[in-house]
């Protein structure tokens, strides 16, 4: 049974401040140092380089998104797989960590009786990658400075929550 | 005795990458699918001692997974740890249930992996396997893990004989042996005679005041030994030499016991630097019930370990299919912080994972007062991360005894 309290904007900009520092130090040993997220993030949004997709579907429908620039992207797996990384290695590591960090948030959700499953990660490449979700009412994302990297890490979510 | 197996089950290569990477340095033969339908045909194929397996994975996620090695006679008894980023209760519930052995939650560390695996095989250093395997075996770097009514066995380093004197009366009752020696000359020697013998320390407990940084030294020494890499050091000191404290620690002293020694709190804090299971201390099983026995002297140390550890211990109830758990508190008569976050932890795990509860002493009067006391007591810094397991503070029933608590389920 769900709460009698929805999940807000707050709780989903709370839920990744906590998550993508955690799984960026713990898998990957870079720190991750959020911005001030946005609780009105504008869509469509504009996406460039690697971009990380999951879906969730259940109490929750809606997609998360992790993206990262081309050389951002390369730093993170190479940290991480100690050593080159191709296009291949690149895509795997971006869709497991997106997978960590949505799969850390489905777990809040679904503790507080917001139950839903996910997809398998997709990866996408490109210049310009639109996202957008017309009935989401959480729209919220965050910057993460990552250490040794001019680049940041962009984090959304696009839900909706069920009554 | 062939090395152990270990299979990992993921749709990720970097996951694989990594675990691969974190059994570099063991003699284990490493085998690995990428979803859950491989996985089946891999362990019925290369039957492994262990197995990793991740949830989210397309063709045959990790939950159908689980139910078909479940339902394989012949794979059924492969331990399970799931490594999954999807840690909340309702899911951590349903896959305890199918019978996973443990969880990891993503992200994790390539030790947190390794420290639970050696909890269900014995993991010997490559290195060492193959040249020396007497060696190998005495090397306690990833050994099965230890729990607390083994013989452990500590050696305790100090100039004054009435330190080693107190900690064995201190230890005795758990049936540990303490053996000691003067200083790190003696030490030393004696160590390296006992190296891949069933004499080797488990545990050392060195005096930080030798002269000439003495007890730094004999660290060093001990490290640089690989069939002794995996014994931990605790330094002894007195609670003002901080600077010797602090130096020791930066050395890798893994914990500092001081002068005077709390006797009462000593064998659980060697249990804790140990990182020993203590559980078994506390629990036993009667019929279908499990019963967790709590003594009126339970100390701090044991206070907090016994609950950290409950978690996992009544999860694991959860799996091996039992549903009740007697609390047994013959011979408490009040409660103090310790015996109040011991047993309202418990109970609060068991609300949590639906397992039934029921209360057994012999001072009925102070022990039906628990949800008052608790309710009173929430606010005393000791206490303030416990969850109140009580909706109300009303009384208690007390069992007289376990054959009475066991039929009112």
């Known amino acids: 049974m769900p709460n009698s309290e929805k999940p807000g904007s707050a709780l989903f900009i709370q839920t990744i401040d906590r998550y993508v520092p955690e799984v960026m130090q713990t898998m990957v040993g870079l720190s991750a140092t959020p911005a001030t997220g946005l609780a009105n993030y504008p869509q469509p949004s504009k996406l ?12 929750v429908n809606g997609v998360v998104y992790t993206a990262y620039s081309d050389s951002l992207g390369k730093h993170v797996a190479e940290k991480i797989l100690g050593g080159s990384a191709g296009e291949q290695e690149i895509s795997d590591v971006v869709a497991e960590l997106t997978n960590m960090i949505t799969g850390n948030l489905k777990s809040c959700l679904c503790d507080l009786g917001y139950n839903c499953a996910l997809s398998i990660p997709s990866v996408m490449r490109g210049e310009e990658i639109t996202v957008s979700a017309r009935n989401a009412t959480i729209c919220v994302g965050n910057s993460y400075a990552i250490e040794g990297s001019k680049d940041s890490l962009k984090v959304l979510v696009f839900a909706a929550i069920e009554n | 005795m062939s090395s152990p197996k270990i299979l990992s089950v993921d749709d990720s290569r970097m996951i694989h990458t990594l675990i691969n990477k974190g059994f570099t340095p063991y003699d284990v ?259 279908d019930c499990q019963v967790v026995s709590i003594p009126q002297d339970l100390s701090e140390t044991g206070s907090l370990d016994l609950s950290r550890q409950s978690r996992k211990k009544i999860a694991d109830f959860v799996n091996a299919g039992f549903a009740k758990l007697i609390i047994d508190l013959t011979g408490v008569s009040k409660f103090d912080i310790p015996l109040i976050r011991a047993v309202a932890s418990i109970i609060s795990e068991c609300n949590g994972l639906d397992i039934k509860w029921r209360i057994v002493g012999d001072s009925p009067e102070n022990l039906s007062n628990l949800p008052a006391i608790v309710s009173t007591n929430l606010k005393i810094a000791a206490l303030k991360e416990l969850n109140n397991p009580f909706p109300t503070t009303a009384p208690l029933e007390i069992f007289a005894d376990r054959a009475a608590a066991a039929a009112s389920f």
């Open chain 1, 48 to 59: 460039e380089g690697i971009t990380g997709a999951i879906g969730l579907s259940g109490k």
């Open chain 2, 29 to 287: 033969q490493m085998v690995f699918a990428s979803n859950g339908a491989e996985g089946l045909e891999v362990a019925a194929r290369e039957k492994p001692d262990v197995i990793l397996l991740d949830v989210t994975m397309p063709v045959m996620d990790g939950v159908e997974c689980l139910g078909k090695l479940k339902a394989d006679p012949s794979l059924k008894d492969i331990p399970v740890i799931m490594l999954t980023a999807e840690a909340g209760k309702e899911n951590v519930l349903k896959i305890a249930k199918m019978g996973v052995r443990d969880y990891i939650v993503k992200p994790f560390t390539e030790a947190n992996v390794i420290e639970r695996v050696s909890r269900l095989v014995t993991l010997k250093p490559k290195a060492a396997a193959s040249p020396a395997p007497a060696v190998a075996a005495a090397a306690p770097t990833a050994r099965k893990a230890r729990i607390a009514t083994d013989a452990i066995k500590i050696l305790v380093v100090d100039e004054h004989p009435a330190i080693a004197e107190s900690l064995a009366k201190a230890v005795s009752k758990r049936g540990w042996k303490v053996t000691s020696c003067p200083g790190p000359a003696e030490a030393q020697p004696h160590i390296a005679s006992t190296v891949a013998t069933e004499e080797t320390p488990d545990i050392i407990l060195v005096s930080l005041a030798f002269p000439g940084k003495g007890a730094l030294k004999f660290y060093q020494t001990v490290r640089l030994n690989p069939a002794l890499k995996g014994i931990p050091l605790v330094g002894l000191s007195v609670k003002t030499a901080t600077f010797d404290q602090n130096e020791a620690k930066e050395t890798g002293y893994c914990a500092i016991f001081t002068k005077p020694l709390e006797l009462d709190e000593i064998p659980d804090r060697i249990a804790r630097a140990m990182d020993l299971d203590i559980t078994p201390l506390f629990y036993t099983s009667e019929g």
